[in-house]
């Protein structure tokens, strides 16, 4: 018989209303060669083509793989002094992101002003 994906240990390092966020962060984990995943706390089993509201996305890495995630994330975060403000609420931003970390807005816009 069949079992569904055995669920493995896993533990959130990462959430935000944002979901391009959680993906910007994941993809920093991809690359790093972290497993992850994103869940959402929303609709159930069906999510998928939902479209993202207001609900907050979760992103999820296997046990072992915690505390090389949480250094990644935390390296992402203070990655140089060359922070970014956000133009939308102020908070400093890693150089390499493109989009807030906390609220999602974009970071490269630099045409207002
Ligand atoms: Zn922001």
Do not use: Y
């Not at 959130?12 to 994941?26: E, G, K």
């Not at 992103?59 to 975060?77: G, K, N, Q, S």
């Not at 390499?96 to 974009?106: M, N, R, S």
Request: some cysteine; proline content about 8%; overall charge negative.
């Amino acid at each position: 018989m069949k079992r569904p994906q055995a669920p493995r240990h896993e533990t959130v390092v990462f959430s935000s209303l944002n979901l391009a966020t959680v993906h910007l962060v994941r993809s920093t984990l991809t690359r790093e060669g972290i497993p992850s995943r994103i869940r959402r706390d929303h609709l159930g089993p069906l999510a998928g083509e939902t479209p993202m509201d207001d609900a907050r996305a979760e992103l999820l890495v296997p046990d072992a793989f915690v505390a090389e995630a949480t250094a990644v994330i935390d390296a992402a975060r203070q990655a140089d002094v060359s922070d970014r403000p956000c133009p939308a609420c102020g908070e400093a931003n890693p150089a390499t992101f493109e989009i807030c970390w906390q609220c999602g807005a974009d970071l490269d816009e630099d045409a207002d002003g």
